[in-house]
């Protein structure tokens, strides 16, 4: 049944809120991303990644669902989500939906059910747990965090009871345990599976199972307390199974899992294919390298080569029995040209296919973020207000009860804010980027629109979009580009990335500098007179056996072994 047609895919991501509004009402829509696909499709893409589109209060945009089998009205109907399926694949483009399985929205059905009566059998779909009492003050179940801040329990009314909630107070997490709850998520898979789509991006998946009974944390050095008791819990690899036994597997399906921090012995669990669990995880690692643990508001300076390993590792120690992803910005990232020390005033252009080169021709399927294509970059939000994502106020919040000053706390939460990548898609220099006729937009429009859009780009003879073309040409057809198996060489060189790619008589040497200086190095022998497929640069200055790459200069040679 499965063809595994991921193998040689490329990704695009849309976060339907931002990406294109056809009827002029400030919120995107199904009609405007149809009306985009061609765009889409010419970059070279093969699937299209949908952020959720399912009916939600949008406590956390989409990521809290009230209906899983409904899209929500500012986006379309039903019918307009089936041209849209259509419609893609007409083209050629796979369809991945997001999956968000882990919690529902407090205003799903099974969770106003559940508290409407406690002897509702919906109870049970949720963790529901009595509070402790201490004196006259409730506490509730256990210490555990939540993931944005605070508890991770809210209280029920007035009631000693309380649910559980890794993220938002308004995402009440599901309970696994009952086979009700998996039976019911089996049908939903099923569901969208059967209408024709691909595949599922499964959001924060390592966290469905937790331990029990329910315990404090008492770890003293955790990120997060309870991570221990509800992170790559005891029955993941069990359940994960069961949706494939009863419902992915019976489709040609393809899954890739977002995780919250796994071990590196389960990630690798996860996506064996002997185990038959998931395709893919997506690998955030190198994504760590610019801040303190993963929390992205906890700015550090860049560190390549803590960048490289996490790029690199999972590629060399995933080969064989699975298959990788690769990604450089998503809806909860910033954008990649203003991270990682970039002088992106003077270097976007160099930066962003760098960037894109290193990262793509890795082993694994390259996943791209709505305007990442064009080198779109961060917003110069000018107040709190302006961020719509609840995190970035959480995170604020608990700045300000730190008694930090309210300039210091915006500042704070600037750098790693996940708003940067969720303002409008700018198509053009016209009013609001072009993303709609001119109503005023859910989320603020990144007046950057005016200088970097698409258009522009487009018409630029240095245009990121044509260079992502090349590159992702290269990638989807030649063999060592899929299939290669990747070495690491001078990982300790705090400047320059280089691998090769090796697939039979075929080596790919890639090569990237992080700098903004002119970077001198010496190609390994055996590729010196290999031949320059990819050049972010019109040229390659040599210097004796030395090679002189520029500011942000990328490239991939090739060699053929010839029998
Ligand atoms: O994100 C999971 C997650 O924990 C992080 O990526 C999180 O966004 C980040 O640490 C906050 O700084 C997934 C979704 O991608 C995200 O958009 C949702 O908010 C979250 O799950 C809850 O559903």
Redesign the pocket.
């Known amino acids: 049944m499965k063809t595994q047609w991921y193998k040689n895919a490329v990704v695009y991501q849309i976060y339907p809120f931002s990406f294109m509004d056809s009827n002029n009402d400030g919120w995107g829509d199904i009609e405007g991303i149809i009306s985009k696909l061609d765009y889409i499709k010419d970059l070279g893409v093969t699937a299209i990644w949908f952020s959720p589109l399912y009916k939600s209060p949008d406590y956390?945009y989409g990521?809290d669902i009230s209906d899983y089998r409904d899209i929500d009205e500012k986006f379309g109907t039903m019918a307009d989500f089936d041209r849209l399926l259509d419609e893609c694949h007409k083209r050629d483009l796979k369809v991945i939906m997001d999956m968000?399985i882990n919690?529902t929205s407090i205003e799903h059905p099974w969770f106003k059910k559940a508290l409407e009566s406690p002897d509702s059998p919906y109870r049970d779909y949720y963790i529901i747990r009595k509070g402790r009492r201490k004196g006259n003050k409730l506490l509730p179940p256990s210490n555990w965090d939540s993931?944005f801040t605070g508890s991770a329990w809210e209280r029920i009314g007035e009631t000693d009871e309380f649910y559980l909630h890794l993220?938002c107070v308004e995402?009440a997490d599901l309970n696994w345990e009952n086979p009700a709850v998996r039976k019911k998520i089996i049908d939903i898979l099923n569901f969208w599976m059967d209408k024709g789509v691909d595949g599922f991006r499964f959001?924060?998946f390592n966290m469905f199972s937790k331990v029990y009974p329910i315990q404090d944390d008492h770890q003293r050095n955790t990120f997060q307390k309870g991570a221990q008791y509800y992170v790559d819990g005891p029955r993941m690899h069990e359940f994960l199974q069961e949706l494939n036994e009863k419902a992915l597997s019976l489709h040609d399906s393809y899954t890739v899992g977002?995780s919250?921090r796994p071990s590196e012995k389960e990630a690798h669990e996860y996506v064996k294919e002997e185990n038959h669990e998931l395709d893919t995880i997506f690998n955030f690692a190198h994504l760590d390298s610019d801040n303190i643990g993963?929390k992205?508001f906890f700015w550090k300076p860049f560190d390549l080569l803590q960048f490289k390993k996490g790029l690199i590792k999972p590629q060399t120690d995933y080969y064989k029995d699975a298959w990788n992803t690769l990604v450089l910005e998503n809806?909860?990232n910033p954008r990649c040209v203003n991270r990682f020390s970039i002088d992106t005033e003077h270097y976007r252009y160099e930066a962003a296919t760098m960037l894109a080169t290193i990262t793509y021709m890795g082993f694994g399927i390259p996943f791209i973020y709505m305007g990442q294509e064009i080198g779109f970059v961060n917003t110069d939000f000018s107040s709190i207000d302006e961020m719509k994502d609840p995190?970035s106020h959480f995170v604020y919040d608990l700045m300000r009860s730190y008694g930090m000053p309210e300039k210091l706390a915006f500042n704070f939460i600037k750098y790693g804010a996940?708003d940067h990548s969720r303002v409008p898609m700018p198509w053009d220099d016209s009013v609001n980027g072009s993303f709609n006729r001119g109503h005023e937009t859910w989320q603020c429009v990144n007046q950057a629109y005016q200088d970097i859009n698409v258009k522009k780009d487009l018409n630029s003879n240095r245009s990121i979009y044509r260079y992502y073309q090349k590159l992702l040409a290269i990638k989807k057809t030649n063999k060592a580009a899929i299939y290669g198996k990747t070495r690491e060489f001078d990982h300790g060189n705090k400047k320059i990335i280089a691998y090769s790619r090796e697939y039979e008589n075929t080596t790919l040497f890639v090569i990237g500098n992080f700098s903004k200086k002119s970077v001198k190095y010496v190609l390994p022998e055996w590729i010196r007179h290999g031949e320059i497929i990819l050049n972010n640069y019109d040229e390659l200055k040599k210097d004796g056996v030395n090679i002189v790459l520029k500011p942000y200069q990328a490239m991939v040679l090739e060699i053929n072994k010839v029998d």
């Open positions: 956390d990521y968000v919690h993931s993220f995402q959001d924060v977002e919250f993963g992205k809806h909860d995190v996940r």
